[in-house]
T-cell receptor, first 109, second 115 residues
């Protein structure tokens, strides 16, 4: 069974701080997605990484895929209250995705 | 373009009752998925489909059945609801192999309570 572990599970920070969320596995994935979910809504895709070592930037968010395609990180610079939400990583392989349990981020103004 | 829609949004069932959740997508996606999300447990795959007329079991299939008679629709059935099936259910779709990335697009969810 593929397993994706996300850390930390909960993170509460002040506006303007930087943070990093990790997603680790012992399995190799063909691609890895990051999603953000707000209360009462479905997850929304943020980014897909495919190539080992790949780095993608989305405004203040930086996503990195590990060289071996087993792990990933999400770094947020100068966090804002609008970044509050549940961040999920998902590793894709053979037509299915395995989701981590998520990191709940709270950014206080 | 509505994306992925789910009906109903909320439902309360009594133990032993049955119901069907409907998922529809208008993006011509090949793959569709049903997940359940429980507090602190992330998203767990119930069943999925890689094309019209095909279905497969996911991580937690017991107590659920699915059908994909049309490409755009994916139905999730509970034949005899149990309190353990109280959860939020999400449907998702993706391009699948044609896209190669398995990026999923989610519906808004169905909150089901079984008493």
């Amino acid at each position: 069974t593929q397993l994706l572990e996300q850390s930390p599970q909960f993170l509460s920070i002040q506006e303007g701080e930087n943070l990093t969320v990790y997603c680790n596995s012992s399995s190799v994935f063909s691609s890895l997605q990051w999603y953000r979910q707000e209360p009462g809504e479905g997850p929304v895709l943020l980014v897909t990484v495919v190539t080992g070592g790949e780095v993608k930037k989305l405004k203040r968010l930086t996503f990195q895929f590990g060289d071996a395609r087993k792990d990933s990180s999400l770094h947020i610079t100068a966090a804002q209250p609008g970044d509050t939400g549940l961040y999920l990583c998902a590793g894709a392989r053979a037509g299915k995705s395995t989701f981590g349990d998520g990191t709940t981020l709270t950014v206080k103004p | 373009n509505a994306g992925v829609t789910q009906t109903p949004k909320f439902r309360v069932l009594k133990t032993g009752q049955s119901m069907t959740l409907l998922c529809a997508q208008d993006m011509n996606h090949e793959y569709m998925y049903w997940y359940r999300q429980d507090p602190g447990m992330g998203l767990r795959l119930i069943h999925y489909s890689v094309g019209e007329g095909t279905t497969a079991k996911g991580e937690v299939p017991d107590g659920y059945n699915v059908s994909r008679l049309k490409k755009q629709n994916f139905l999730l059935g509970l034949e005899s609801a149990a309190p353990s099936q109280t959860s939020v259910y999400f449907c998702a779709s993706s391009y699948g192999l044609a896209g190669g990335l398995y990026e999923q697009y989610f519906g808004p969810g169905t909150r089901l309570t079984v008493t």
